[in-house]
């Protein structure tokens, strides 16, 4: 009898997202490889996991451990790994070349999973909408895509990049259609950040853990479908129509972070955002790169205006300002639309709430040492949304300004007035995105097909 090939084994370096993904479309169900542990990083409290045996596959009858990413150099001994796969998005090239350089030193190769291994086919046309960083302006774009789409006669239905830090056997396939649906799958702030501005228009979103399942939910409902990117990474269904915001606050970005610049190579239709706000040179610099890198893209330049529903609550006050989570954490930014909107409404003071932080949130400063005069809408869990409701409601200011795009009232008991702070994509000039996606409409076989 020949000798049984020797599977081998394979060590998945993520954050509750891609690497998942990667799993289940390359390896759940390939002999040739035995993933031996997923490792966490960039969201509290996803280690000491086990990815469920009921979504791990016949292969895998005791599921997955996920370990810690520091203890990737024992994790390689102790297990005997052959392959380490990076798989997780909003961090510098530099960053994952010390990665690899770890694995090398321990004797394993380095993998980058790339699209024609990882994207799934839709029968439904995709439009994607990506970016180079965390903040760019995804997701006003998002919606604006979503609108334009609608007002054009098409069912719409968003799928969303993954954030399942919870019960991974309850978010297979999660559908949102109302509010209710967000309590019943207790979802983090993050999460609802996402979701809510689509519930607001009456759309559907996906997301979950198993996307060729969400994709084949999704198409049953869809004329076309919207992926919308989280952090900079690359859809995981291939695109019939790719956009890409770029920010040029962070000039050089687009091509200095994975897999920012996958995507900023990749792109059909490249925005530059914020350039309202943002110094000329810096806008040069990013149509520059675009000349240079994907000269064939077509370019977007926009501006992202803010609106607060109660600007007179502003003026005069001391106020607490709560940004966007991860544009303000891993996307490195120190400020956000809640920051803008304090100084545009004249704000008497904006409050530093690192005195009145408890908990995690006290841990996420020391993490994050850049942020300073704002507070991260942290939640990724009961506790510490929990602890982020004490930590506002301790501090002394006049007026909480709400720069993310969740309303925290939905879930808080906030003890003094909150104003909301919303934004939306404006296209400066021509080409617009509405042009874009008529022509696209006309040209897309997939719809031609349904007609």
């Given at each position: 009898?020949?000798?049984?090939?020797?599977?081998?084994?394979?060590?998945?370096?993520?954050?509750?997202?891609?690497?998942?993904?990667?799993?289940?479309?390359?390896?759940?169900?390939?002999?040739?490889y035995e993933?031996?542990?997923?490792?966490?990083?960039?969201i509290?409290?996803?280690?000491g996991r086990?990815?469920?045996?009921?979504?791990?596959?016949e292969?895998?009858?005791?599921?997955?451990?996920?370990?810690?990413?520091?203890d990737l150099?024992k994790?390689?001994?102790?297990?005997?790994?052959?392959?380490?796969?990076?798989?997780?998005?909003?961090?510098?090239?530099?960053?994952v070349?010390?990665?690899?350089?770890?694995?090398?030193?321990?004797?394993?190769d380095?993998?980058l999973l790339?699209?024609?291994?990882?994207?799934?086919?839709?029968?439904?046309?995709?439009?994607?909408?990506?970016a180079?960083?965390?903040g760019?302006?995804?997701?006003q774009?998002?919606?604006?895509?979503?609108?334009?789409?609608?007002?054009?006669?098409?069912?719409?239905v968003?799928?969303?990049?993954?954030?399942?830090?919870g019960?991974l056997?309850?978010?297979?396939?999660?559908?949102?259609?109302?509010?209710?649906?967000?309590?019943?799958?207790?979802?983090?702030?993050?999460?609802?950040?996402?979701?809510?501005?689509?519930?607001?228009?009456g759309?559907?979103v996906?997301?979950?853990?198993?996307?060729?399942?969400?994709?084949?939910?999704?198409?049953?409902?869809?004329?076309?479908?919207?992926?919308?990117?989280?952090?900079?990474?690359?859809?995981?269904?291939?695109p019939?129509?790719?956009i890409?915001?770029?920010d040029?606050?962070?000039?050089?970005?687009?091509?200095?972070h994975?897999?920012?610049?996958t995507?900023?190579?990749?792109?059909?239709?490249?925005?530059?955002?914020?350039i309202?706000?943002?110094?000329?040179?810096?806008?040069?610099?990013?149509?520059?790169n675009?000349?240079?890198?994907?000269?064939?893209?077509?370019?977007?330049e926009?501006?992202?205006?803010?609106?607060?529903?109660?600007?007179?609550?502003?003026?005069g006050?001391?106020?607490?300002?709560?940004e966007?989570?991860?544009t303000?954490?891993?996307?490195?930014?120190?400020f956000?639309?809640?920051?803008?909107?304090?100084?545009?409404?004249?704000?008497?003071?904006?409050?530093?709430?690192?005195?009145?932080?408890?908990?995690?949130?006290?841990?996420?400063?020391?993490?994050?040492?850049?942020?300073?005069?704002?507070?991260?809408?942290?939640g990724?869990?009961?506790?510490?949304i929990?602890?982020?409701?004490?930590?506002?409601?301790?501090?002394?200011?006049?007026?909480?300004?709400?720069?993310?795009?969740?309303?925290?009232?939905r879930?808080?008991?906030?003890?003094?007035?909150?104003?909301r702070?919303?934004?939306?994509?404006?296209?400066?000039?021509?080409?617009?995105?509405?042009?874009?996606?008529?022509?696209?409409?006309?040209?897309c076989?997939?719809?031609?097909?349904?007609e």
């Open positions: 009898m020949a000798e049984q090939k020797k599977r081998k084994r394979v060590v998945i370096l993520g954050a509750a997202g891609r690497d998942f993904h990667n799993f289940n479309v390359f390896f759940r169900d390939n002999p040739e993933v031996v542990a997923f490792t966490a990083t960039q509290p409290d996803i280690e086990v990815y469920p045996p009921e979504l791990a596959g292969l895998y009858p005791n599921g997955i451990p996920i370990l810690p990413e520091d150099e994790i390689i001994k102790e297990k005997d790994v052959d392959i380490v796969v990076f798989a997780y998005s909003d961090v510098s090239h530099e960053h070349m010390h990665l690899a350089s770890r694995a090398h030193s321990a004797g394993a380095f993998w790339g699209p024609k291994s990882t994207m799934l086919k839709s029968k439904k046309p995709v439009v994607a909408v990506t180079v960083r965390t760019c302006g995804k997701s774009t998002s919606r604006k895509v979503a609108r334009l789409l609608q007002e054009m006669g098409y069912k719409v968003a799928v969303r990049h993954p954030m399942p830090y019960d056997r309850k978010q297979v396939v999660q559908r949102f259609a109302t509010f209710e649906d967000l309590d019943k799958h207790e979802c983090t702030i993050e999460e609802r950040e996402e979701y809510e501005p689509y519930l607001e228009r759309m559907v996906y997301a979950g853990v198993d996307y060729e399942k969400i994709l084949r939910e999704a198409e049953k409902e869809a004329d076309i479908i919207l992926w919308d990117g989280g952090n900079n990474d690359f859809p995981f269904y291939e019939d129509l790719w890409v915001v770029t040029p606050h962070r000039p050089g970005h687009e091509l200095t994975h897999p920012g610049e995507n900023f190579r990749s792109a059909d239709v490249i925005i530059i955002n914020k309202d706000s943002a110094p000329p040179e810096n806008i040069q610099k990013i149509r520059e675009i000349e240079k890198i994907n000269p064939n893209a077509i370019v977007i926009a501006a992202s205006p803010i609106f607060v529903d109660k600007p007179e609550l502003i003026k006050k001391r106020v607490l300002v709560v966007d989570g991860p303000l954490t891993h996307g490195g930014m120190s956000g639309a809640g920051y803008i909107a304090a100084k545009k409404y004249g704000a008497k003071e904006i409050v530093d709430p690192r005195p009145y932080a408890v908990g995690s949130i006290i841990e996420t400063y020391k993490k994050y040492p850049h942020l300073s005069n704002i507070l991260p809408a942290m990724y869990g009961k506790k510490q929990k602890e982020l409701e004490e930590t506002i409601n301790r501090a002394d200011a006049d007026v909480v300004i709400m720069g993310t795009p969740v309303d925290l009232r879930f808080m008991n906030l003890n003094k007035p909150a104003v702070v919303k934004y939306e994509l404006e296209e400066i000039g021509t080409p617009k995105l509405k042009d874009i996606l008529e022509e696209w409409v006309k040209k076989e997939k719809l031609k097909k349904k």
